[in-house]
């Protein structure tokens, strides 16, 4: 299962691994859109940077977005209005529009083919009970000095009763933009290391360390754009962020052509846009959103989006499915600038609530004018040691739920025998031996047991039985079902216990 993305190009997303110690101006941690554009930035300017990746470049929530660039985020002008003010809302407003600008020139002055082009966004409705939202949505933008237009119908294949209108905006392929990010980042003197994991960062006399497992990198400043921060101390991130899982499938509907960028406004959430592939246009239909580590099943998920579109064209053929995972915020802002107000030098990019493309953009030009030591007209609105009061206490109470009820290890009583009651393919918490473990029994009647504790800061994980992966309802971390760490903010794998039938 991997992206439409990942299927359309050789992509050139891995690196030497880290051998030796190094120093640069700027170490950057993580190379997804955001530490990439941020290197992009600062190398053209002179800084010498240095990238770092667990993983692949843009291997993770780069790879996986359906990449609509837009100032458009849902219903979220009248909520932050409501919550932080008219001047905040507005400023949040004007950035991510300035980003699609800041997005395009990139693309003009680098001449970077990635299928970049201007499409019209749209938030609809066609329940009666969300149109009154809708309008007060649009009055809203409009009193921003934003102009936004309400409309009644749009070219998808079926009737809405409302709809806000974004013109201008723009979607590209994001793999190809940051395949060209890449070669002038290269050509400006930057390095990029991939397979490599960091594990701390300290402060030594007047540099900062990055430490990996065997070498460490020097620098004056650090950048961690790692998704996740994977640092817990002095940024607390862990309390003010969750992680959610989206779906995303490519469907070949033929000549079935529309244009625009769409996505409703209550559950089940769908989003709509077409993507270049192979010579064709592909619809790309994403949604069934669900906070990572729920413990629900998950075996429907793409199905949901499949039986949607084969409402409109029952001949649609599947052509990818994937999922992705993003950090959502309590009070749906991201934090963008210090670290934390104890760490010097220090800068962070997260919590981009899933519209990461104009975000990443809005961070990487943040914290290149920190860098650089220049005021940037939008650094308050993203301010990433704010303790503003959480308004959107939905959220917050589910995080402190979900986060009380994984720390206390349920009591479960389930008999030792049933791990033998394990069908092939299936995984579950079991009781063993007066102990907790995780079991997964492959197709071939395999079984693998790990100790089904996040790594992270210690939250019980529960059986993803879609993607067979042990997922955390605390903070999104994953692993696979040998116990191998697959997304942050855990690094550590899970132990695991070797079983005997
Ligand atoms: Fe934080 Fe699991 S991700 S405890």
């Known amino acids: 299962m991997s992206s439409i993305w990942i299927n359309s190009l050789n992509y050139e997303n891995s690196f030497e691994r880290l051998t030796k110690n190094v120093s640069a101006d700027v170490c950057i941690i993580g190379a997804g859109i955001f530490g990439i554009t941020t290197a992009y930035y600062l190398s053209k300017i002179g800084y010498k940077v240095v990238v770092v990746d667990r993983g692949k470049v843009a291997g993770k929530t780069t790879a996986n977005t359906t990449a609509k660039i837009t100032g458009q985020h849902g219903l979220i002008y009248r909520y932050l209005i ?37 499409q019209d966004s749209y938030v609809y409705t066609n329940d009666s009970k969300e149109v009154e939202n809708i309008i007060l949505e649009n009055e ?56 490599t994991i960091v594990y701390d960062i300290n402060e030594e006399k007047d540099e900062l360390i990055t430490h990996t497992k065997y070498n460490k990198i020097n620098s004056k400043y650090i950048v961690i754009a790692s998704h996740y921060p994977f640092i817990n101390k002095l940024g607390y991130y862990f309390l003010k962020m969750y992680q ?4 995303v499938i490519a469907v070949d509907i033929g000549d079935n052509i529309f244009n625009g960028m769409y996505i409703n406004t209550n559950s089940p959430i769908f989003s709509y846009r077409f993507a ?5 246009k592909v619809l790309l239909v994403g949604g069934a959103d669900h906070k990572t580590g729920e413990d629900m099943d998950l075996t429907g998920s793409y199905q949901i989006l499949e039986d949607e579109v084969k409402r409109y064209y029952p001949k649609a053929k599947v052509l990818y499915r994937w999922n992705t995972e993003d950090c959502i915020t309590l009070d749906k802002i991201p934090y963008i600038g210090e ?67 994984s720390l206390v290890l349920n009591k479960l009583k389930i008999p030792k025998e049933d791990i033998m009651k394990l069908r092939n393919g299936e995984g579950s918490i079991l009781e063993y031996d007066n102990d907790r473990v995780g079991a997964y029994k492959d197709e071939s009647g395999k079984v693998y047991i790990v100790k089904p504790i996040c790594t992270h800061l210690g939250c019980l994980l529960t059986w993803n039985n879609l993607e067979k992966t042990w997922d955390c309802p605390c903070h999104g971390s994953r692993f696979d079902y040998t116990g191998k760490n697959i997304y942050n903010p855990a690094i550590k794998d899970l132990e695991n216990y070797t079983f005997e039938i």
């Open 339 to 405: 670290f934390s107000n104890f760490m010097k030098n220090v800068f962070v990019g997260t919590g981009f609530n899933k519209w990461g493309m104009t975000s990443s953009n809005v961070a990487a030009n943040i914290i290149t004018d920190k860098i650089r030591e220049i005021p940037n007209e939008y650094e308050d609105v993203f301010k990433s040691t704010r303790l503003h009061a959480i308004k959107n206490s939905d959220e917050f109470g589910n995080m402190i739920k979900e986060t009380t009820n």
């Open 82 to 118: 409501d919550s932080q003010g008219k001047d905040l809302a507005k400023q949040y407003l004007f950035a991510n529009e300035k980003a699609i600008k800041n997005i395009k020139e990139i693309v003009d002055d680098e001449r970077i083919n990635c299928d970049f082009e201007i």
């Open 140 to 195: 809203a933008v409009n009193s921003l000095g934003y102009n936004s237009q309400l409309v009644d119908s749009t070219e998808l294949p079926f009737k809405i009763l409302k709809a806000i209108k974004f013109s201008n905006q723009a979607q590209f392929n994001p793999l190809k933009y940051v395949n060209g990010l890449i070669k002038c980042i290269t050509n400006n003197g930057g390095k990029i290391y991939t397979d």
């Open 276 to 280: 270049n592939f192979e010579d064709k």
């Open 244 to 247: 959610s899982t989206s779906y």
